[in-house]
């Protein structure tokens, strides 16, 4: 495992909102405040310390404000972009002689304001959007028409998710709630009409005190003032339980709100069956790794009853956590990467790569040995249809596993729930793993510099428990990059000899649609490095975590009683 900052001019110096990998090939489609949405080819780099080559492919260029979001459809010839002012396109992807294009098929009009998410179903048929005009939208792309909108929220919606089933659709908003919406089509002169209700508004969550005593509730998400446009949430492939970042939970009435991230179990959706805790910076964004993975069978301390372990990154305004759902502690931390808030994450359809975005202008990558993450998790081969074969991973006993879809594994889920028993390998929520236990365990400072800020397995607890440490003082984790060094009085930070200049505050979520307060205006000190030039790809060398202090006490998902 290797990652780290690719130093190349993603969107002219301008903030990185949104990115997206295609569902078919290692095509990366990036957008941002440059009101274009660029396409990259990524490659091995054949060094094992340098990081993959990323080159330059095409610009799509039509939109005439901040693109927030792009989103590949399951079949990889549709691609969807919504921006600032309500714009959200279709492009549709063309075969000519000289290769191949993409242009807009067609324009969606309902929004009235920017929009801030979007995704679509699996089938590629429906999609849904969120937008600073307070409501969700369910559309039929093919007719490009507004089926329903969905405006029960009360500020804006930063996050929407598409239940794989088709059964739910999910939104979370600033006004501290997020709702999941079922499924009710209706018939109307004999035709069936898709329509969603509001099922579960999810807000509070009761604090147990001692006995006799009345319990209290709090909020379980961060208000308007969480320093993010996006709050992204995520289904599982398989449709088993839901996602949700944004999280604040609080153990007692006396303790501080730890940041978190929620699982939802698919049999309970209206509280959440365990919180991940991640350092002192909220979370703004989810997603999942689209390939399974055999089971390990190393840990007893898993949460889930799975045939399988489903890998999952959560991103925080300033760091990335890779999980899997066999153990409590995550696989891998990334820290300091990023001068600015991480706006999006993405996964290669054959998981050999993850990639975030942020608003520093800047994209990481990380890139994955055969093998690391584990061995594919063979699917039956009696449910997998031909569009799933058309990407494949070959497995060394020659098996086949579909990638850039789940298609056997949500027929599976889709069987089982007709038979009322989709929900039987769930959560295992009763577990109490009870609050942080305590770890006096340190994290060193390695010998050599390009040893990378990456703390696989093993005690990546520790490092969770120094960043929060290093974060509570305000400080970035210390890199060095190339041997250069300088000091800063927030954080000792160099990248490729230029000293960063003093970091500027993210604007209220407020002042959104006013274009003066947009991220770029809060970027000017940034100096991204001296390499501007599109393809040209510096090595971005390895940090070092540096540590002098005791870690804090150890962080693992906690299961919340029932």
Not at 195 to 209: D, G, R, T
Not at 341 to 347: A, F, H, K, L
Not at 441 to 462: E, F, H, L, R, V
């Amino acid at each position: 495992m290797k990652g780290g900052t690719v130093q190349i001019n993603w969107h002219e110096s301008k903030p990185v909102l949104t990115l997206d990998f295609h569902p078919l090939s290692a095509t990366l489609a990036t957008a941002g405040a440059d009101f274009d949405i660029k396409l990259w080819s990524i490659k091995p780099s054949g060094s094992p310390k340098k990081l993959p080559v990323v080159t330059y492919l095409n610009s799509l260029s039509y939109h005439s404000s901040a693109v927030n979001v792009i989103r590949f459809a399951p079949s990889g010839e549709l691609l969807a972009s919504g921006s600032d002012g309500g714009e959200l396109l279709i492009w549709k992807l063309h075969s000519m002689d000289t290769g191949q294009t993409w242009k807009v098929l067609k324009m969606l009009r309902s929004h009235i304001k920017d929009i801030m998410d979007l995704e679509w179903s699996s089938d590629g048929a429906y999609m849904i959007s969120g937008s600073v005009d307070n409501s969700c939208i369910i559309w039929d792309v093919n007719k490009g028409t507004n089926l329903q909108t969905l405006d029960t929220h009360a500020h804006y919606v930063q996050g929407v998710a598409w239940d794989p089933l088709g059964k739910y659709v999910a939104s979370l908003s600033s006004d501290r709630t997020c709702r999941v919406y079922i499924s009710k089509p209706h018939k109307t002169k004999g035709i069936e009409r898709i329509n969603y209700a509001c099922k579960h508004v999810i807000s509070k969550a009761e604090q147990p005190l001692l006995k006799n005593s009345k319990s209290t509730k709090y909020h379980l998400f961060h208000d308007e003032t969480l320093p993010s446009f996006f709050r992204r949430l995520a289904w599982s492939p398989d449709g088993s339980f839901l996602l949700v970042p944004a999280g604040s939970y609080k153990f007692g009435t006396a303790s501080e709100s730890v940041n978190a991230a929620y699982i939802f179990s698919r049999k309970d959706l209206s509280r959440p069956a365990i919180q991940i805790p991640c350092a002192s910076k909220a979370v703004v964004a989810v997603r999942f790794c689209p390939i399974f993975f055999n089971l390990k069978g190393t840990n007893s301390d898993g949460l889930f009853k799975l045939p399988y372990r489903i890998v999952f990154a959560v991103a925080t305004l300033n760091s990335l956590y890779i999980y899997d759902t066999e153990s409590t502690s995550p696989i891998a931390v990334f820290a300091g990467l990023h001068y600015a808030p991480v706006t999006d994450i993405t996964w290669s359809p054959d998981a050999h790569y993850l990639a975030f975005s942020s608003q520093d202008g800047f994209c990481s990558l990380v890139e994955f040995e055969d093998g690391e993450l584990g061995s594919p998790y063979c699917l039956s081969k009696g449910n997998v249809s031909d569009k799933d074969n058309k990407s494949t991973l070959q497995t060394a006993n020659n098996t086949v596993l579909p990638t850039g879809s789940v298609g056997a594994a949500v027929a599976e889920s889709r069987k089982m729930e007709a038979e009322e028993k989709v929900d039987d390998m769930d959560i295992e929520a009763s577990r109490d793993i009870g609050a942080f236990p305590s770890d006096s365990s340190k994290t060193k400072k390695q010998d050599n510099p390009d040893d990378m800020i990456i703390k696989p397995t093993g005690n990546a607890s520790a490092v969770i428990a120094d960043s929060w440490k290093s974060e509570a003082e305000h400080k970035t984790d210390d890199m060095v990059i190339e041997g250069v060094e300088a000091e800063h009085k927030t954080d000792d930070t160099v990248i490729e000899g230029v000293a960063a200049d003093s970091r500027k505050q993210l604007p209220n979520p407020d002042c959104k649609l006013s274009e003066a307060d947009k991220p770029p205006s809060s970027l000017d000190g940034i100096k991204p490095g001296p390499a501007e030039k599109t393809g040209n790809q510096l090595s971005s060398s390895k940090s070092t975590l540096v540590s002098n202090k005791p870690a804090r006490k150890r962080i693992t998902p906690i299961a919340i009683g029932p």
